[in-house]
T-cell receptor, first 118, second 111 residues
């Protein structure tokens, strides 16, 4: 089964501290992609960071980095120096090949709600 | 550059009524998706378009849902008739290469 698991329904962090949001995945594909999206209360899914399964280095985008451990099938998001505006839902997603159609699609986890306090 | 644009942002309808959502993807993106997001869940794919062709509609409940993407640009998702369980956020997305970009979604409430 192709699945994303996010075990943390909610996380709290103080402003300026770092926080790690957990994500594990399950796939039999050799080639896949892993994504993190931020969803504020406005509803839009905002792309944060991408990691390809063949990328040897962990992806980084500004304050976001993806801790990719292929053997453990984990793709944790690390946010450094948290800001109040980081409070939102965060979704981990995996690009997988649909067995029915042969086309790729994104499979999402259930999300983690992050609350940054002053 | 404009992102993925959806309208309306919010819609409240009575059950058994029809409803339609509109999406304009990012210019130049040939791939367009409609996702359904239930409360407390991640989005799930309803349909994927490559240009004007629906290449993956295996998750679309075809008895009441329909979609079209005439001319391969903007797209419309329709529900007829709506049921109480259709209350959710409907997200449109478009992609080019590895990256997928989402709109703000339409929050549908069926009463």
């Amino acid at each position: 089964a192709q699945k994303i698991t996010q075990t943390q329904p909610g996380m709290f962090v103080q402003e300026k501290e770092a926080v790690t949001l957990d994500c594990t995945y399950d796939t039999s594909d050799q080639s896949y992609g892993l994504f993190w999206y931020k969803q504020p209360s406005s509803g839009e899914m905002i792309f944060l960071i991408y990691q390809g399964s063949y990328d040897e280095q962990n992806a980084t985008e500004g304050r976001y980095s993806l801790n990719f451990q292929k053997a453990r099938k984990s793709a944790n998001l690390v946010i450094s120096a948290s800001q109040l505006g980081d409070s939102a839902m965060y979704f981990c997603a995996m690009r997988v090949l649909s067995m029915n159609t042969g086309f790729q699609k994104l499979v999402f986890g259930t999300g983690t709600r992050l609350l940054v306090s002053p | 550059e404009a992102g993925v644009v959806q309208s309306p942002r919010y819609k409240i309808i009575e059950k058994k009524q029809p409803v339609a959502f509109w999406c304009n993807p990012i210019s130049g993106h040939n791939t367009l998706y409609w996702y359904l997001q239930n409360l407390g869940q991640g989005p799930e794919l309803l349909i994927r378009y490559e240009n004007e062709e629906a290449v993956d509609d295996s998750q679309l409940p075809k008895d009441r849902f329909s979609a079209e993407r005439l001319k391969g640009v903007d797209s419309t998702l329709k529900i007829q008739p709506a049921e109480l369980g259709d209350s959710a956020v409907y997200l449109c997305a478009s992609s080019f290469g590895d990256r997928t970009f989402f709109g703000q979604g339409t929050r549908l409430t069926v009463v």
